[in-house]
C-alpha cells in the first residue's frame, strides 16, 4: 500500500495538541480592525479547537498529524 498524502494546505491551518486534539486559528482578524472592540480582536488572537463534527474530516486530511 503507497504512502498517504499529507493535504498541505491543512497541514498550514491546523495542528494538534498534545491529548491528540486538533487547533485552529479563529476569523476575522485580517483586515477592518477598526471597528472590533480591543477585547473582541484579543479573543479572536488566541487559538480554538476543532469542533467535534469536523475533526474525522481534519484527521482524514493529516493522516500523520
Known sequence: M???KT???AAKRFG???SGKFTRRRQN???????KSA????RLGQGAL???ANVKAVSRLLPYA
Open 7 to 9: 493535504n498541505r494546505s
Open 16 to 18: 494538534k495538541t498534545g
Open 29 to 35: 482578524l485580517r483586515h477592518i480592525l477598526t471597528k
Open 2 to 4: 503507497p504512502k498517504m
Open 50 to 52: 476543532v469542533d467535534s
Open 39 to 42: 477585547k473582541r480582536t484579543r
